[in-house]
Nanobody
Framework: QVQLVESGGGLVQAGGSLRVSCAASGRIFSMNSMAWYRQAPGKQREMVATVTSGGSTNYADSVKGRFTISRDNAKNTVSLQMNSLKPEDTAVYYC?????????WGQGTQVTVSS
């Protein structure tokens, strides 16, 4: 069974940086689109950034120019580098992936940005 496990969340001051990573484990035959979503208290889960197996990326308008998604297909990992963080970036960040043609979600990692 494939699992996605996030790491790297934490507390940072506004203007700071954090990197969250996601590792896929289990028997992996294919890893297609990967993405990061986030969910703030009282809000719906929203897409933050996506990356295709070929490396094409897409970002939510709110994070363009500040966040960078990347993947390492050899290591089955996807990361999100977050710079110039704002208090409104505070949320639980979830890794999403289409692995072995099935959708998988990580358990989430908390990112808190203090003002």
């Amino acid at each position: 069974q494939v699992q996605l496990v996030e790491s790297g969340g934490g507390l940072v001051q506004a203007g700071g940086s954090l990197r969250v990573s996601c590792a896929a484990s289990g028997r992996i035959f294919s890893m297609n689109s990967m993405a990061w979503y986030r969910q703030a208290p009282g809000k719906q889960r929203e897409m933050v950034a996506t990356v295709t197996s070929g490396g094409s990326t897409n970002y939510a308008d709110s994070v363009k120019g500040r966040f960078t998604i990347s993947r390492d297909n050899a290591k089955n990992t996807v990361s999100l580098q977050m710079n110039s963080l704002k208090p409104e970036d505070t949320a639980v960040y979830y890794c999403y992936g289409v692995v072995n043609s099935h959708v998988a979600w990580g358990q989430g990692t908390q990112v808190t940005v203090s003002s």
